[in-house]
């Protein structure tokens, strides 16, 4: 089955502890992206990634570091988290070329 | 102006009518658009692209996108309850950066 599956669904933890949410797709897409939803705020993309080894910043990217070494996995780091990143995330994927992205299951943090 | 910019609604429907959705985006996005969907609690679906100027039909989803006024409309025919959601509308720009809008909250009533 197509899908793009994230790890953890849910994650509470303190202010400073650093944490990588897993972000993985078995469909061979080149672009994969990360996006945060806030109420009022919709969905703003964090970073995104047009292949191995390639990345660059959305929209808001303050705080949060990706990699992309293997062309599935697109993780979403956090070194330092603050209570203004509580937020619900997702990664996404789509080929390079029609962007129609799919999008994971999401993550839901509270950092406290 | 946001790049891209939705009515947040909410708008209510009938069952059977059609429901219509819009949305406006600015010069710094403009290659290809897309609407999802999106229920309470879940990760946004692709309803439907669409990269060049008029009409696109698919079942009973038809979107529509016109460049010279910067907008990207969504109809939804025979609306559904199971069409009650939120449509987000996105676009993305020459260098991959996605943007969505915040989306409209639909419901159709039986």
């Known amino acids: 089955e197509a899908q793009v599956t994230q790890n953890p669904r849910y994650l509470i933890t303190v202010t400073g502890k650093k944490l990588t949410v897993t972000c993985s797709q078995n469909m061979n897409h080149e672009y994969m992206s990360w996006y945060r939803q806030d109420p009022g705020l919709g969905l703003r993309q964090i970073y995104y990634?047009?292949?191995?080894?390639?990345?660059d910043k959305g929209d808001v990217p303050e705080g949060y570091k990706v990699s992309r070494k293997e062309k599935r996995n697109f993780p979403l780091i956090l070194e330092s988290p603050s209570p203004n990143q509580t937020s619900l995330y997702f990664c996404a994927s789509s080929s390079g070329t029609d962007y129609e992205q799919y999008f994971g299951p999401g993550t839901r943090l509270t950092v406290t | 102006q946001k790049e891209v910019e939705q009515n947040s609604g909410p708008l209510s429907v009938p069952e059977g009518a059609i429901a219509s959705l819009n949305c406006t985006y600015s010069?710094?996005?403009?290659?290809?658009f897309f609407w999802y969907r999106q229920y309470s609690g879940k990760s946004p679906e692709l309803i439907m692209s669409?990269?060049?100027?008029g009409d696109k039909e698919d079942g009973r989803f038809t979107a529509q996108l016109n460049k010279a006024s910067q907008y990207v409309s969504l109809l939804i025919r025979d609306s559904q309850p199971s069409d009650s959601a939120t449509y987000l509308c996105a676009a993305v720009n020459t260098g991959n950066q996605f943007y969505f809008g915040t989306g409209t909250s639909l419901t159709v009533i039986p």
């Open positions: 669409i990269y060049s100027n």
């Open positions: 990634s047009m292949n191995v080894e390639v990345t």
């Open positions: 010069d710094r996005v403009s290659q290809s």
